[in-house]
């Protein structure tokens, strides 16, 4: 079954560090790969998703087929950055999305 | 637009109990999500209907668990007997199609605590 790991629980970062939050994922196919945000009191919400190669928010990921990766990164953390991220993947059209356990990332002022 | 409504937003029940949850998706969407979301760990799909048939049940407890969505609108997840492990966030989300790329869009979640 597929599988998405982010390694780490909490990242902490000062205002300004760049950010890389990991995700690895186990399938060996084609998926399709997401990023999910939960701001504090808000709703889990799509950050961004591969197919779509766009900055969200100064946040970009790109796919490596290779390493079976799909690592955010952005290069000058922001405080309002604050909140969970889950990687999460799908294998294709009308199959369901598999998420990670998330990563919480704390950016101090 | 309005969003994926939700309600009630916590519940408290003792063990054994029943409970129900319901989820109103956003006008339009075919496709709607049931996920629980256990403390520390990223949501769990249990159930996804396209309008009022059922794509995908395979993590749902069916022992205890149910799910229906009438008309294909409305949906009622239910819990009968609860157990202390059902204790969670139970989120609802729903998306145009279940195609790929489609998003998805969340409620805010019922919080559950089973004593």
């Known amino acids: 079954a597929q599988r998405v790991t982010q390694p780490e629980k909490l990242l902490s970062v000062f205002k300004g560090a760049p950010v890389e939050l990991k995700c690895n994922y186990s399938?060996?196919?084609?998926?399709?790969l997401f990023w999910y945000v939960q701001y504090s009191r808000q709703r889990l919400q799509l950050l961004l998703r591969?197919?779509s190669r766009e900055s969200i928010k100064g946040f970009t990921a790109d796919l490596n087929k290779g390493e079976t990766s799909f690592h955010l990164k952005k290069p000058f953390a922001q405080e309002e950055d604050s909140a969970m991220y889950y990687c999460?993947?799908?294998?294709?059209?009308?199959?369901?999305?598999?998420f990670g356990t998330g990563t919480k990332l704390q950016v101090i002022p | 637009e309005a969003g994926v409504a939700q309600s009630p937003r916590y519940k408290i029940i003792e063990k054994r109990q029943s409970v129900a949850f319901w989820c109103n998706p956003i006008?339009?969407?075919?496709?709607l999500y049931w996920y629980q979301q256990i403390l520390g760990q990223g949501p769990k799909l249990l159930i996804q209907f396209q309008n009022n048939g059922v794509v995908d049940d395979s993590q749902l407890p069916k022992d205890r668990f149910s799910a229906e969505r009438l008309k294909g609108v409305d949906s009622t997840l239910k819990i009968q007997p609860a157990k202390l492990e059902d204790s969670a966030v139970y989120l609802c989300a729903s998306s145009l199609g279940s195609g790929f790329g489609e998003t998805q869009y969340f409620g805010p979640g019922t919080r559950l605590l089973v004593l």
């Open positions: 591969h197919i």
């Open positions: 399938y060996s196919g084609s998926p399709e």
């Open positions: 999460a993947l799908r294998l294709g059209g009308y199959q369901k999305v598999t």
């Open positions: 006008s339009g969407h075919a496709t």
